[in-house]
């Protein structure tokens, strides 16, 4: 008899769906659960309202290894700073983050009411751009597990 009270009150043990697998040409990344999902041509995109992730990839003229990290933050550096113009926003913050265990270089740019996080995994011949938009009073949780569970094919 407990046990059909418990059922009839949600007292089910199963964990509840809290994101999706997407896969995209090359990679994979775990999204926010209900979230609609957009492919295109190299990127695969999961948004809700003004809230979104990303993966997109392109393809490096030069082979990347890590002894380039430091050159390339300097480029990096420079291209951030032309979006944040462009999108009349600011870089507050950069930062090293290993992502799939790449060692690679992370971005905010505060706009408005969002801060919008980038990432630059590099790999080979190959560039995966992680941005994340998210709101100011939003939790960076997403963000996180764009990060976290990003992989590389």
Same mark, same amino acid.
């Given at each position: ?40 041509? @190299?990127?695969?995109?999961?948004? @809700? ?24 933050? @300097? ?79």
């Amino acid at each position: 008899m407990a046990a059909l009270i418990l059922a009839g009150c949600g007292g089910s043990s199963a964990p509840k769906a809290t994101g999706q697998t997407v896969a995209g040409p090359g990679f994979s990344f775990e999204a926010p659960a209900g979230w609609r999902i957009e492919r295109a041509a @190299r990127q695969v995109t999961a948004s @809700r309202d003004s809230e979104l992730v990303r993966v997109a990839s392109f393809p490096l003229v030069k082979s990347y290894s890590p002894g380039l990290f430091d050159r390339v933050a @300097r480029e990096l550096d420079l291209r951030m700073a032309d979006v944040a113009s462009r999108t009349g926003g600011k870089v507050s913050g950069k930062d090293t983050v290993t992502v799939a265990g790449i060692r690679s270089h992370a971005y905010d740019v505060d706009v408005g009411d969002h801060v919008d996080e980038y990432t630059f995994v590099l790999r080979g011949k190959r560039e995966y751009l992680l941005p994340c938009l998210r709101r100011s009073s939003s939790g960076s949780e997403f963000c996180q597990t764009l990060a976290t569970s990003f992989a590389p094919a």
